[in-house]
């Protein structure tokens, strides 16, 4: 080494600062040395998923909704703690969490199967969920609100007179409204007065 490039090597480093490996050149930065990648390669070469011959099987039963400890003992993985870790290194939960049509699909199908205990109440709420649900799988709550002042507005004299006088509503009201009028009626009897 000459003397000049003694002086750029104290201590080990180049003038940037940055440390020289023998021979003096820099190792250049390569996605290997990324911790996220040496996580997941560490992960690839200890997993037992992974290094399973049916690997893409194993993770669509879990996105499936399968039992984790179903998965470990039919595909011989040991333990089910071995599927939710491969799960949580590739994002599988998300996925699974998506797929939340699979077991309310379960549940709806198998209402009338006598081992499985499933009671009335779980399978409409089952349809009730599954109807809730968009093609991504997320849950949206359907709402409609309609403006009466605007449908009162709508009615003829004739038709105000008559809901004034008899609680009569014209039918294109409570086809408008929907049943929830109709049935308030009916509670209060036709628009009678029940105390």
């Known amino acids: 080494m ?6 750029k090597m104290k201590n080990g480093k180049n003038k940037a600062g940055a440390r020289q490996k023998k021979g003096g050149q820099n190792k ?3 996605s290997e040395s990324d911790p996220k990648t040496a996580a997941l ?16 099987e194993i993770e669509a039963a879990f996105v499936a909704w399968e039992s984790p400890e179903k998965i470990a ?8 703690t071995s599927v939710y870790r491969h799960a949580k290194v590739f994002g599988l939960n998300l996925r699974r969490q998506q797929n939340i049509r699979v077991p309310l699909e379960r549940i709806i199908e198998r209402a009338g199967d006598p081992a499985l205990q499933v009671t009335g109440a779980t399978v409409v709420q089952a349809i009730a969920v599954y109807g809730k649900l968009n093609a991504q799988g997320q849950l949206i709550e359907r709402r409609e609100t309609i403006n009466l002042n605007e449908l009162f507005e709508r009615m003829t004299v004739e038709e105000k007179e008559a809901y004034a006088k008899e609680g009569k509503l014209p039918d294109w009201f409570t086809q408008t409204t929907g ?9 209060r009897g036709n ?3 029940v105390e």
């Open 2 to 7: 000459k003397k000049n490039q003694r002086i």
């Open 28 to 30: 250049p930065k390569t």
């Open 41 to 56: 390669n560490r992960h690839k070469g200890q997993c037992t998923v992974c290094s399973h011959e049916k690997c893409k």
């Open 73 to 80: 003992t039919e595909f011989g993985l040991g333990h089910r």
């Open 179 to 187: 049943s929830q009028v109709a049935t308030a009626q009916n509670e």
């Open 191 to 193: 628009g009678e007065d």
